[in-house]
């Protein structure tokens, strides 16, 4: 190959690796962007009134007086919104039936809007669920409700050809005439007043329990049951890892057994972890009972078993990276094999072994399928380390699946989604890098 076209391949070559990391980068900024903007929104965002009083009412916080200032100047503007409705309820029952019946109907659908924007309304029956307590409690959400409440959605079906249009059409014009047309208007000019919007840091998000499947407060539960599987699976699988890869580097001879065994272990790491799930309820809770039903442990003993594969490989890569004159200098001292394992070719392999180990961490924290049917619940408070051998706890990881594919309001709660998300993806970040901090810090002192 002439010098000519090995500059060109080489020019391609640059070309394409910079090419790739451009487009890498750009598609982490797609996925990124909308996590973080979107995430920040949990704990940053205009609250209402109605927040200032669930978190009085719930969570026993916030300012007394400015809490009941608050709902004295909003109660205020309020007031005429219950005397247009208690007018237009009296002159519905004197309506003839016919036209009673008409009214109700529509009425009926006014009134639910009204409550999902302001709360219950007077003469309503206190509500069971926290969520139908309180109106709304984010100033962008009201706008949503505030809009539900002006306007009726219709659907336009006249072309066959083609799927229904929807458009909007003004409640108002069904009431013209009655006395609660006037309704209206005064709520969209003065739902400000009534609301009373604030902008708000709630740090409650990172440190409170949900309350009503996450309509209010945290995500903390979700976080520490994150933690205590993350960190279970670490205290059985680190050990085992090392352990391993030391047999395999210092002890195992070629042959059979030898190949059978590293044939498993990468066998291992490509199985799908739905499978690990899988093999986690029916070996550790079914065969083994560690725990009656889902527990902590059983979810930790699953996630040890699948990041084993990485953590043997890990520390195996680096105890070969070990130079060989440190195991011959240290036997020429006469120091024993396993004297050598230990005071030499650990400590100087040390780095690579612990990088190996806190990814592996970061990706049992991120997991899912594994923990489904051996550790996590989809609603439940935070447990104490007495409780993580019999006792299942929320996760970050399957709770974000389950807020956003099985949750009966999963539109209402979109800030909470993506405020665990950003959380899952602070932690894994938080922990990738520890390991390089680690990793530099351990490198520098075995050098000095």
Do not use: C
């Given at each position: 190959?002439?010098?000519?076209?090995?500059?060109?391949?080489?020019?391609?070559?640059?070309?394409?690796g910079?090419?790739?990391?451009?487009?890498?980068?750009?598609?982490?900024?797609?996925?990124?962007?909308?996590?973080?903007?979107?995430?920040?929104?949990?704990?940053?965002?205009?609250?209402?009134?109605?927040?200032?009083?669930?978190?009085?009412?719930?969570?026993?916080?916030?300012?007394?007086?400015?809490?009941?200032?608050?709902?004295?100047?909003?109660?205020?503007y309020?007031?005429?919104?219950?005397?247009?409705l208690?007018?237009?309820?009296?002159?519905?029952?004197?309506?003839?039936?016919?036209?009673?019946?008409?009214?109700?109907?529509?009425?009926?659908?006014?009134?639910?809007a009204?409550?999902?924007?302001?709360?219950?309304?007077?003469?309503?029956?206190?509500?069971?669920?926290?969520?139908?307590?309180?109106?709304?409690?984010?100033?962008?959400k009201?706008?949503?409700?505030?809009?539900?409440?002006?306007?009726?959605?219709?659907?336009?079906?006249?072309?066959?050809?083609?799927?229904?249009?929807e458009?909007f059409v003004?409640?108002?014009?069904?009431?013209?005439?009655?006395?609660?047309?006037?309704?209206?208007?005064?709520?969209?000019?003065?739902?400000?007043?009534?609301?009373?919007?604030?902008?708000?840091?709630?740090?409650?998000?990172?440190?409170?329990?949900?309350?009503?499947?996450?309509?209010?407060?945290?995500?903390?539960?979700?976080?520490?049951?994150?933690?205590?599987?993350?960190m279970?699976?670490?205290?059985?699988?680190?050990?085992?890892?090392?352990?391993?890869?030391?047999y395999?580097?210092e002890?195992?001879?070629?042959?059979?057994?030898?190949?059978?065994?590293r044939s498993?272990?990468?066998?291992?790491?490509?199985?799908?972890?739905?499978?690990?799930?899988?093999?986690?309820?029916?070996?550790?809770?079914?065969?083994?009972?560690?725990?009656?039903?889902?527990?902590?442990?059983?979810?930790?003993?699953?996630?040890?078993i699948?990041?084993?594969?990485?953590?043997?490989?890990?520390?195996?890569e680096a105890?070969?990276?070990?130079?060989?004159?440190?195991?011959?200098?240290?036997?020429?001292?006469?120091?024993t094999?396993?004297?050598?394992?230990?005071?030499v070719?650990?400590?100087?392999?040390?780095?690579?072994?612990?990088?190996?180990?806190?990814?592996?961490?970061?990706?049992?924290?991120?997991?899912?399928?594994?923990?489904?049917?051996?550790?996590?619940?989809?609603v439940?408070?935070?447990?104490?380390?007495?409780?993580?051998?019999?006792?299942?706890?929320?996760?970050?990881?399957?709770?974000?699946?389950?807020?956003?594919?099985?949750?009966?309001?999963?539109a209402?709660?979109?800030?909470?989604?993506y405020?665990?998300?950003?959380?899952?993806?602070?932690i894994?970040?938080l922990?990738?890098?520890?390991?390089?901090?680690?990793?530099?810090?351990?490198?520098?002192?075995l050098k000095?």
């Amino acid at each position: 190959m002439n010098i000519g076209t090995r500059k060109i391949l080489d020019r391609s070559f640059t070309a394409v690796g910079i090419g790739s990391i451009i487009v890498m980068a750009f598609a982490l900024m797609v996925v990124v962007v909308p996590i973080v903007s979107n995430g920040i929104g949990a704990v940053f965002f205009t609250g209402t009134v109605e927040h200032r009083k669930m978190l009085r009412n719930e969570f026993q916080r916030g300012n007394v007086e400015h809490l009941a200032s608050g709902v004295a100047s909003s109660e205020r503007y309020r007031a005429r919104v219950y005397e247009i409705l208690g007018t237009f309820e009296a002159e519905l029952e004197r309506m003839e039936p016919e036209k009673k019946r008409a009214y109700t109907s529509k009425y009926s659908q006014t009134r639910t809007a009204l409550q999902a924007l302001l709360g219950p309304l007077p003469g309503d029956r206190a509500p069971m669920l926290t969520r139908f307590k309180y109106g709304q409690t984010r100033w962008e959400k009201a706008g949503e409700k505030l809009h539900d409440l002006l306007y009726e959605s219709k659907w336009d079906n006249s072309n066959a050809e083609i799927m229904g249009k929807e458009y909007f059409v003004s409640r108002a014009t069904a009431f013209e005439g009655t006395s609660l047309a006037p309704l209206f208007p005064y709520i969209k000019g003065n739902i400000e007043k009534m609301l009373l919007p604030e902008f708000t840091v709630y740090w409650g998000f990172i440190t409170d329990s949900s309350v009503d499947s996450h309509f209010f407060g945290g995500i903390w539960p979700e976080i520490q049951g994150t933690f205590f599987l993350a960190m279970g699976a670490m205290l059985f699988a680190f050990p085992l890892g090392v352990i391993a890869a030391v047999y395999f580097t210092e002890y195992a001879r070629p042959g059979f057994l030898n190949s059978m065994l590293r044939s498993a272990n990468s066998t291992l790491a490509g199985v799908p972890s739905i499978v690990f799930g899988m093999f986690g309820l029916a070996f550790f809770i079914n065969t083994l009972k560690v725990s009656e039903s889902k527990s902590v442990l059983a979810g930790s003993l699953t996630l040890a078993i699948m990041i084993l594969p990485t953590i043997i490989r890990a520390a195996e890569e680096a105890i070969l990276a070990v130079p060989k004159t440190y195991r011959e200098a240290s036997l020429s001292l006469g120091s024993t094999k396993w004297n050598t394992i230990a005071t030499v070719i650990l400590p100087a392999a040390l780095p690579g072994i612990l990088t190996g180990g806190v990814i592996s961490l970061g990706r049992a924290a991120g997991e899912t399928a594994p923990i489904i049917f051996t550790a996590a619940v989809s609603v439940g408070s935070a447990i104490g380390l007495a409780d993580v051998l019999s006792s299942p706890t929320p996760a970050l990881s399957w709770n974000i699946y389950n807020l956003a594919s099985e949750h009966e309001a999963a539109a209402q709660i979109r800030h909470v989604q993506y405020g665990m998300v950003l959380a899952l993806v602070t932690i894994v970040l938080l922990l990738n890098l520890s390991a390089i901090v680690l990793r530099a810090r351990i490198s520098k002192k075995l050098k000095a």
